[in-house]
């Protein structure tokens, strides 16, 4: 499982937002997608979003199309975190 994270540019209405949501949820391979913070109230932060997808091939896909999109800012996979 791969999580990818993108945030929308401050332009995009939320109604935009949760279309995309809804187009990425049936995309091949995703499993779960929405806002990180769904009850934030900062605008910015209702902005993030995640992903999950099952495999590199997906995420791979989703990455392209999320970073080719005008409404999306940015698009990443974050860095592992391990145990210290």
């Known amino acids: ?27 091949p391979g995703v499993s779960n997608v929405g806002r990180i913070s769904p ?14 997808v099952g495999d590199d091939t997906a995420a791979s896909k989703l990455l392209e199309r999320l970073r080719q999109h005008d409404d999306v800012r940015s698009a990443d996979i974050p860095a592992d ?3 210290v």
């Open 39 to 52: 009850e934030a109230t900062k605008p910015a932060l209702r902005r993030l979003w995640y992903a999950e």
């Open 81 to 83: 975190r391990g145990l």
């Open 1 to 27: 499982m791969k999580s990818i994270v993108f945030t929308f540019d401050e332009k995009v209405p939320e109604a935009n937002q949760d279309r995309l949501g809804d187009e990425i949820s049936k995309s």
